[in-house]
């Protein structure tokens, strides 16, 4: 995230949802803040954070949503095999969600949905930013990726 305000689409986006991970480079707490007042924040530190950020989240962790496990890591490394390093990060889960190449990714590698929302804010040669939803029923974890207007 590489913006110091959120788009609006986020914050109506988000209204309703029961809990939001952010997979790093937040590079505000502010971020946090906001994204607070929607919902229980869970999130992790990536690369790019910095200072309070570091010293307040952890670099990976777990997460239980019901009787789910979900991974959430930045994932730093070269940008080509980030979806296979956060595979390799965690053992005995439903999900794991990763950041780092900022690139939407909504696959499943085995039993394990692999998932990186990309980036409302910092597109990274996509033609636009995009967010992510992840559904719990029971055991069982499903993503969604949605895609914001492009801005003019």
């Not at 971020?31 to 910095?50: C, H, K, S």
């Not at 019901?66 to 930045?74: A, F, P, S, W, Y």
Request: aromatic content about 10%; hydrophobic content about 40%; proline content about 5%.
């Amino acid at each position: 995230m590489r913006a110091r305000f959120l788009p609006a689409e986020i914050f109506s986006a988000f209204a309703n949802v029961d809990l939001i991970l952010h997979a790093g480079d937040i590079m505000e707490w502010s971020v946090i803040e906001e994204l607070a007042t929607l919902a229980p924040v869970e999130a992790v530190a990536g690369n790019m954070d910095t200072g309070e950020l570091r010293l307040k989240l952890q670099r990976r962790r777990i997460i239980e949503v019901g009787k789910v496990k979900i991974g959430l890591i930045h994932g730093d490394g070269g940008g080509y095999n980030t979806p296979l390093r956060a595979l390799q990060s965690f053992s005995g889960v439903q999900c794991v969600v990763f950041g780092h190449s900022h690139r939407p990714y909504n696959e499943r590698h085995g039993d394990v949905l692999l998932f990186n929302p990309g980036s409302p804010t910092d597109r990274r040669m996509m033609p636009m930013g995009s967010y992510g939803m992840l559904y719990v029923r029971d055991d069982y974890i499903w993503g969604e990726i949605f895609y914001l207007e492009p801005r003019r």
